[in-house]
């Protein structure tokens, strides 16, 4: 069964860092990985898909790896803001199409001003 | 163009009642998907849909059903609820069931069983 756990489960840093957010699945036959952000009561934004057959993803200040491989994945946020605060959550999809994501608990992230 | 819509955003229901929630994709997607989200499990994923058909289900009871309309409108039913019912309950649609294009996510239904 995929197991996904996201480290660490809380960060807090000062405005302008760079920080990296950490994803590991135990099962390396992923279709695909997404990482999705989610504000307090609110839906999943979606913030980047890899295939599996890719070993990145970018998207203006985030970018995103996978080593499926070594069944791990990360987010790299550059230049972190207030606006950034939110817990970040990791989600795999398995090879074959069977099953539906399977989720990490996520990353709860303050940035502070 | 309009994102996943769900309805109603907030129910209170009373234990053995029941309960039916409402998902509209994004136009043009024929994959939905159910999600239950809990601060002790996380997001767990409860079925999904494809063309009318069940393809996936997940590990919950029976009394947890859904369908799927020829619209791509998705709707799902709980029966007899349970004070661990309470839950943020989202969806997602797909172009193709996420194997390529991702997932995109409605804004939820906050279910309080009291």
């Known amino acids: 069964k995929q197991e996904v756990t996201q480290i660490p489960a809380a960060l807090s840093v000062p405005e302008g860092e760079n920080l990296v957010l950490n994803c590991s699945f135990t099962d390396s036959a992923i279709y695909n990985l997404q990482w999705f952000r989610q504000d307090p009561g609110k839906g999943l934004t979606s913030l980047l898909l890899?295939?599996?057959?890719?070993r990145e993803q970018t998207s203006g200040r985030l970018n995103a790896s996978l080593d499926k491989s070594s069944g791990r994945s990360t987010l790299y946020i550059a230049a972190s803001q207030p606006g950034d605060s939110a817990t970040y959550l990791c989600?795999?999809?398995?090879?074959?199409?069977?099953?539906?994501?399977?989720f990490g608990k996520g990353t709860h992230l303050i940035i502070q001003p | 163009k309009a994102g996943v819509t769900q309805t109603p955003r907030y129910l209170i229901k009373t234990r053995g009642q029941q309960v039916t929630l409402s998902c509209s994709p994004i136009s043009g997607h024929r994959s939905v998907s159910w999600y239950q989200q809990t601060p002790g499990q996380g997001l767990q994923f409860l079925f999904e849909?494809?063309?009318?058909?069940?393809?996936n289900k997940g590990n919950f009871p029976g009394r947890f059903s859904g369908r799927q309309f020829s619209n791509s409108r998705s709707e799902m039913n709980v029966s007899t609820l349970e004070l661990g019912d309470s839950a943020l309950y989202l969806c997602?649609?797909?172009?193709?069931?996420?194997?390529?294009?991702?997932?995109?996510f409605g804004s939820g239904t906050r279910l309080t069983v009291v």
């Open positions: 849909y494809f063309s009318e058909t069940q393809r």
């Open positions: 997602a649609s797909s172009y193709e069931g996420g194997s390529g294009s991702g997932y995109t």
């Open positions: 989600a795999v999809k398995p090879g074959g199409g069977a099953d539906g994501l399977t």
């Open positions: 890899i295939q599996s057959s890719q």
